[in-house]
T-cell receptor
Framework: QKEVEQNSGPLSVPEGAIASLNCTYS??????FFWYRQYSGKSPELIMS????GDKEDGRFTAQLNKASQYVSLLIRDSQPSDSATYLC?????????FGTGTRLKVLA | DARVTQTPRHKVTEMGQEVTMRCQPI?????VFWYRQTMMQGLELLAY????????DSGMPKDRFSAEMPDATLATLKIQPSEPRDSAVYFC????????????FGPGTRLTVT
């Protein structure tokens, strides 16, 4: 079992819809959780971090964390074609980050 | 604005040659990571440093890869000798380590070994 798992996609959503991206992790002592966006040919860009159970909102993005179930999700409201990218989930207990392989999101105009 | 820089951005070399990649972390960031990304394996951690000391390099092939931080503003990743399977994008990332666990990535070095 991989330490951080994501559905590779592609996840296709129409413009204006909510995109829901999910990630599960295996290490129960994980403390910090991150979502990165990576456009093709570019480097990962941090978009959200979450450290405690519940929801964290930042603009059109909402990260949700459930440590008991060991999953973290990212909701993108009012999806735009510019949101089309690969979204990487990252988990860390100390300084060693474990990245998922990413979910490719396609927002259809 | 503060950002991680990497050189070179692209490198094409022949098998057996030495390759050196350089990274300048964000000023004040005390933890530096080296990653390799391929389509097949995704983003793999190769090594990381805190306050210039290597903390973990278990992800690196030890016989050919080496990573160092000669000073707080420079991290290097060296491959000698290079092999075609080393072809990938190599990213450097840094974080403050003091108040945040948020990592910031450089633009990457795209390495092609022929």
């Amino acid at each position: 079992q991989k330490e951080v798992e994501q559905n590779s996609g592609p996840l296709s959503v129409p413009e204006g819809a909510i995109a829901s991206l999910n990630c599960t992790y295996s290490d129960r002592v994980s403390q910090s959780f991150f979502w990165y966006r990576q456009y093709s040919g570019k480097s990962p860009e941090l978009i959200m971090s979450i450290y405690s159970n519940g929801d964290k909102e930042d603009g059109r993005f909402t990260a949700q964390l459930n440590k008991a179930s060991q999953y973290v999700s990212l909701l993108i409201r009012d999806s735009q074609p510019s949101d089309s990218a690969t979204y990487l989930c990252a988990v860390t207990g100390t300084y060693k980050y474990i990245f998922g392989t990413g979910t490719r999101l396609k927002v259809l105009a | 604005d503060a950002r991680v820089t990497q050189t070179p951005r692209h490198k094409v070399t022949e098998m057996g040659q030495e390759v050196t990649m350089r990274c300048q972390p964000i000023l004040g960031h005390n933890t530096v990571f080296w990653y390799r990304q391929t389509m097949m394996q995704g983003l793999e951690l190769l090594a990381y440093f805190r306050n210039r000391a290597p903390l973990d390099d278990s992800g690196m092939p030890k016989d050919r890869f080496s990573a160092e931080m000669p000073d707080a503003t420079l991290a290097t990743l060296k491959i000698q000798p290079s092999e075609p399977r080393d072809s990938a994008v190599y990213f450097c990332a840094s974080l403050t380590g003091a108040t945040s666990h948020e990592q910031y990535f450089g633009p990457g070095t795209r390495l092609t070994v022929t």
